[in-house]
């Protein structure tokens, strides 16, 4: 069994930025795609962005392209997700997903089903 583990959440001021990180460990040789995506309270799941191993397949949700970066380091087994001017509306949980299964359209990407292993999450606090 993988496990993932998120870091790099905090408070952060409007328009600030942050940087998640996911470190996989174990089976993770297997993790063919690897997302983000958070939750804020009352409100359901929803995917923020996901890259495929070798990167040359990335997804954004509408609401977050050309702010955030999602990236990984296959040496290291971490996906990483850049987070520049943040809003108040983005202040939830954000959870890593990892799947190993091979899915080179980014149509699915977006999918919460697709993804066997999920991290705990890392609070990001957006203030006004």
């Known amino acids: 069994q993988g496990q993932l583990v998120e870091s790099g959440g905090g408070l952060v001021q409007a328009g600030g930025s942050l940087r998640l990180s996911c470190a996989a460990s174990g089976r993770t040789q297997g993790y063919y795609v690897m997302g983000w995506f958070r939750q804020a309270p009352g409100k359901e799941r929803e995917s923020v962005a996901a890259i495929s191993r070798s990167g040359g397949s990335i997804y954004y949700a509408d609401s977050v392209k050309g702010r955030f970066t999602i990236s990984r380091d296959n040496a290291k087994n971490t996906v990483y997700l850049q987070m520049n001017l943040l809003k108040p509306e983005e202040t939830a949980v954000y959870y890593c997903?990892?799947?190993?299964?091979?899915?080179?359209?980014?149509?699915?990407?977006?999918?919460?089903?697709?993804?066997?292993?999920w991290g705990q999450g890392t609070q990001v606090t957006v203030s006004s």
């Open positions: 997903a990892a799947t190993s299964r091979y899915y080179t359209d980014t149509y699915y990407y977006s999918d919460p089903t697709i993804y066997a292993y």
